[in-house]
């Protein structure tokens, strides 16, 4: 394993990537979009879509610095899709049914409902051929911050929980993208990480496992089993990669 330093949204964290996995996966799928990006002589865009826990945004933020720093590949650029969550003052008002109850949506933020599928799916459309602005989303104020990457690289990687969720709305988000990639993991390691992560943000240790159960767990169950075939298929497990 080798510890590289890279900006999660805006913080440096220190991540671990294993040698072999980055010169058997990770740098032939770079050297592949290359190819696949000047064959098609326009933005080639990549789909990233994994359940939450999985470490997409940390990976695909790694892809951006290894494209960056080796030789003979075209440098990506790596997006999230968090920016396109519903606003707060949205999800305060609003309310989704689940098992015939009426739910109020900053219940369950953070599941399909609560983010703007048709805005999602209208700036993917203008990204394939144009340089615009893109969101992101601010932790510190928990809503999307408008207009903060500006998208102007040849192999733009888009990387969500539900890119590939097979869906209403969300099914046909694949076909607008050249290549694909789903992320696998063991449950019980997705919920682990899950928990610790809520209980490093403050929140105890009964409230978090809570939180799991009533959130995560289940957002996380769902992508698992409902997600569409991707062209390229990982399973995780302690941070090592294979490929099905």
Not at 102 to 117: A, L, N, R, S, Y
Not at 155 to 179: A, R
Request: charged content about 25%; proline content about 4%; overall charge neutral.
């Amino acid at each position: 394993m080798k510890t590289y330093e890279l900006n999660v949204n805006g913080h440096l964290i220190k991540a671990q990537f294993d040698e072999q996995n980055i010169q058997n996966i990770f740098i032939p799928l770079l050297k592949k979009w290359t190819q696949m990006q000047k064959e098609k002589n326009q933005r080639l865009l990549i789909l990233l879509a994994a359940p939450p826990g999985t470490g997409k945004t940390t990976l695909s933020l790694f892809l951006e610095y290894l494209s960056q720093n080796i030789s003979n590949v075209t440098p990506l650029q790596a997006l999230g899709m968090d920016g396109f969550h519903r606003y707060q003052d949205y999800l305060d008002t609003h309310y989704i049914i689940k098992n015939q109850q009426k739910i109020c949506m900053k219940d369950v933020k953070g599941c399909p409902e609560t983010f703007d599928v048709d805005r999602l799916i209208n700036k993917i459309k203008d990204m394939q051929t144009n340089d615009i602005d893109f969101p992101i989303y601010d932790r510190v104020l928990h809503n999307p911050v408008e207009d903060q990457i500006h998208i102007c690289q040849k192999i733009v990687l888009l990387e969500g929980n539900y890119l590939l969720l097979n869906e209403e709305k969300w099914k046909d988000i694949h076909t607008l993208f050249d290549d694909s990639l789903f992320i696998e993991a063991p449950i019980q390691e997705l919920k682990k990480r899950l928990i610790q992560r809520k209980m490093m943000g403050g929140t105890p240790y009964h409230l978090a496992k809570q939180f799991y159960e009533n959130s995560d767990g289940i957002n996380a169950k769902k992508v698992l089993n409902h997600s569409l075939p991707a062209h390229i298929h990982l399973y995780e497990n302690h941070h090592i990669y294979t490929q099905k």
